[in-house]
């Protein structure tokens, strides 16, 4: 499982890199296309890159002072597809969520209703 800003360097990369070869990108281009919530320095960059490596999701042939030589690995691209199927799936809708409280809730009181009637009857 990645954290937020390793997610979104890597929907970058994957933006940057498509085709399945390597490409050829800069740092500069990476960091500015971040959000500015989640904007990082050089340093940072090297270490998200240098993690997704070592998940297995992207390759990284060489590294320069500026520029990146990597490719997408089919791991880095099974995990935004899953993500994007997970954000898409949702199982219920708030107005199948809400309905099944009012049932659940309104079967409840009946059922406590009825509990009650037949222990006066019964007199129990």
Aim: hydrophobic share 40%; net charge negative.
């Amino acid at each position: 499982m990645l954290d937020i800003k390793s997610n979104l360097v890597l929907k970058i990369l994957q933006k940057e890199c498509k085709g399945g070869g390597y490409k050829v990108v800069d740092k500069s281009d990476i960091i500015s296309s971040l959000p500015n919530k989640y904007r990082v320095d050089d340093e940072g960059l090297d270490q998200i890159i240098t993690f997704l490596e070592r998940c297995e999701c992207v390759h990284v042939k060489y590294d320069d002072d500026n520029v990146y030589c990597l490719c997408i690995l089919p791991q880095g691209n099974q995990i935004t597809e899953n993500e994007e199927k997970n954000k898409h799936s949702n199982l219920f809708p708030w107005p199948c969520k809400l309905a099944l409280f009012a049932f659940a809730f309104f079967g409840g009181l009946i059922g406590a209703i009825v509990g009650v009637v037949i222990s006066q009857f019964f007199h129990l």
